[in-house]
C-alpha cells in the first residue's frame, strides 16, 4: 500500500512539475515582451514610412524590403524571400460620386464612396443613372425588370445581434463580392454596396470583389454608412440619380514574397510550426490592424525567444504572407512549395484580426488535438486568451490545412471595434493601443511554446 501511494504521489508531482515549469517559462516570455517589445515600433515604422502596401505597389516592395531587414534584426537564423507573381491591381486616380434629385429645386450632394478592389472604372466620362436600393438578393430577384440601366445599391446592415462581429461580415460580405455580378445578369450598369461596418462614421470600407466571367464586369464601390443611409432616405419619396467616376484596372502580374525567418529545430528539425501574418494591405489606408499588427507581432514571437536564448524542439517560421487581400497568392505559393519539398507542417497559427484585446483562439484540429488544447487553458488565462474555439484558422494558412491537413489556429482578438477600421481610412497607427498589441504576442509565444513542447 505504502509503495502504492509513493508511486501515486510521484505520479502527481511529475504532473505538476512540467506545469509550474510552462507556468514559469510563459512568464519569462510575457515579461520579455511586456518590457522590451519592439513591436509598437515597429508597427510605427511599417505605417508611417511605408504606409498603402498593396500587392504589386511601390509600397509592397518597400515592405517586403522592411519586413527582411526587421526579420533579421529580430534574430531569425534564417531568412529568405519566397517568390510568388501577384496581381496588380491599381485604383489609378480619385473614387468620386455625388447624388442628385429634385426636391423643389436641383439638389446635388457628394457621397463619400471608395472603389472595391479589382473593379473596373467607369472610364474617363464617368457614369450616371436611376439608383434601384435592394436589401439583399432575393429583393434583388423581385426587383429585377427594374434594374437594367440603372445603379444597384446593396442596402444590407450588419446584423446587430451577432455578439461575434465577424459572423455579422461573414454574413453581410457577399453583397460585396458577389453584388456586382449579381446585378449585372439583370442589365445593371453600376454597384454601390453598404460598407462592411457597423461603425457611426462615414469612412467607406474597400475590400475585393468577384466578378462571375458568365456576365459583364460593373463598376463598384463601397459607400459610408451616414451617406448610405441618407441615400436609403432619399429612395423613399423620390428618384435618385448617382454619378460615378472611378479608374480602377489591372496592370499584368507581377513578381511579390512572402518574407521567411527561420529558427532550426533541435529535436525534430523536419517539424515545421508556422506562425504569421499578411504584409499587403489596402492602399486607402496604413493598414495597420489589417494586417501590420500580426506581421510586428510575429516578428516579436521571434524576438523575444531569442532573446530569452530558447532552442525550440520543433523548427519555426515566422511568415509576412504576401497578396491576402486581394489574391492569397502568398498562401498559396507557400503551400505549394511545402508541398513540392515534402515538408511536414505540424502546426500553424495567423494573426490577422487586429491588434485588440486577445480573447482567445479558434482551431480547426481533431478531437484528439483539441482536447490537449484545452489542458493548456489555465497557463493562457493568465494573459486572456483562454476561450479555446473550434472555429478558426485564418486564410493565409488555409492552404496548409487543405493541402495536409495542418492543424491550424488563428488569434482572437476582442473584435467589437474591427469592422469600426477594417479596410477604411481610419486604419491607421494611432487606432492601435501598445498594450493590446504586446498582450496579443504573448498569447501567440505561449501557444507556439506548448505546441513546439508536447506537439499536436
Not at 504521489?9 to 520579455?32: C, G, H, N, Y
Not at 524571400?81 to 450632394?109: F, T
Not at 499588427?293 to 514571437?301: A, K, L, P, R
Amino acid at each position: 500500500m505504502r509503495a502504492f501511494l509513493f508511486l501515486l504521489s510521484f505520479l502527481l508531482v511529475a504532473q505538476i512539475l512540467p506545469a509550474q515549469d510552462d507556468s514559469l517559462m510563459i512568464r519569462k516570455i510575457a515579461d520579455e515582451i511586456l518590457q522590451n517589445s519592439k513591436a509598437y515600433e515597429n508597427l510605427r515604422v511599417l505605417t508611417k514610412q511605408i504606409g498603402g502596401r498593396l500587392a504589386g505597389s511601390p509600397g509592397m516592395v518597400k515592405a517586403e524590403a522592411w519586413g527582411a531587414k526587421t526579420m533579421k534584426e529580430s534574430g531569425a537564423a534564417n531568412t529568405w524571400l519566397q517568390e510568388c507573381m501577384v496581381p496588380h491591381w491599381v485604383r489609378g486616380g480619385k473614387d468620386e460620386a455625388s447624388a442628385e434629385y429634385d426636391n423643389g429645386k436641383k439638389i446635388k450632394k457628394t457621397l463619400d464612396i471608395v472603389a472595391l478592389g479589382n473593379s473596373i472604372g467607369t472610364g474617363p466620362k464617368g457614369l450616371k443613372a436611376q439608383v434601384v436600393e435592394v436589401k439583399s438578393f432575393a429583393d434583388l430577384e423581385e426587383k429585377k425588370d427594374q434594374v437594367k440601366g440603372k445603379i444597384v445599391f446593396y442596402n444590407y446592415k450588419f446584423n446587430p445581434n451577432f455578439v461575434k462581429t465577424f459572423n455579422a461580415y461573414s454574413d453581410a460580405v457577399k453583397y460585396r463580392g458577389q453584388g456586382p455580378s449579381q446585378a449585372a445578369r439583370y442589365g445593371a450598369v453600376g454597384v454601390i454596396v453598404r460598407s462592411m461596418s457597423h461603425s457611426t462614421d462615414n469612412n467607406p470600407h474597400t475590400g475585393s470583389t468577384r466578378y462571375d466571367s458568365a456576365y459583364p464586369k460593373l463598376p463598384a464601390v463601397a459607400i459610408g454608412l451616414k451617406d448610405a443611409d441618407e441615400l436609403s432616405t432619399l429612395l423613399k419619396t423620390k428618384p435618385v440619380s448617382v454619378s460615378l467616376k472611378t479608374n480602377g484596372h489591372f496592370l499584368p502580374d507581377t513578381i511579390g514574397h512572402n518574407v521567411i525567418g527561420e529558427l532550426k529545430g533541435s529535436t525534430y528539425p523536419d517539424e515545421i510550426i508556422t506562425i504569421g501574418g499578411h504584409l499587403d494591405s489596402w492602399d486607402n489606408c496604413e493598414g495597420a490592424h489589417d494586417d501590420g499588427t500580426g506581421c510586428v507581432q510575429t516578428m516579436e514571437i521571434l524576438r523575444s525567444l531569442v532573446a530569452l536564448g530558447y532552442q525550440p524542439k520543433r523548427t519555426i517560421r515566422f511568415v509576412l504572407f504576401a497578396n491576402e487581400e486581394n489574391g492569397l497568392r502568398g498562401g498559396t505559393k507557400y503551400a505549394a512549395e511545402a508541398k513540392a519539398k515534402n515538408e511536414k507542417h505540424v502546426f500553424a497559427l495567423e494573426s490577422d484580426a487586429g491588434g485588440f484585446t486577445p480573447r482567445g483562439f479558434g482551431f480547426t484540429v481533431s478531437d484528439a488535438q483539441f482536447q490537449k488544447i484545452l489542458s493548456w487553458k489555465p497557463l493562457l488565462e493568465p494573459y486572456g486568451a483562454s476561450d479555446l474555439t473550434r472555429d478558426g484558422g485564418g486564410a493565409d494558412i488555409g492552404p496548409l490545412n487543405r493541402t495536409f491537413g495542418t492543424p491550424v489556429a488563428e488569434l482572437n482578438p476582442d473584435s467589437q471595434r474591427y469592422f469600426d477600421i477594417h479596410h477604411s481610412r481610419n486604419d491607421v497607427f494611432e487606432n492601435v493601443n501598445k498594450r493590446e498589441l504586446e498582450l496579443g504576442a504573448v498569447n501567440m509565444a505561449a501557444l507556439i511554446y506548448l505546441v513546439d513542447k508536447y506537439g499536436l
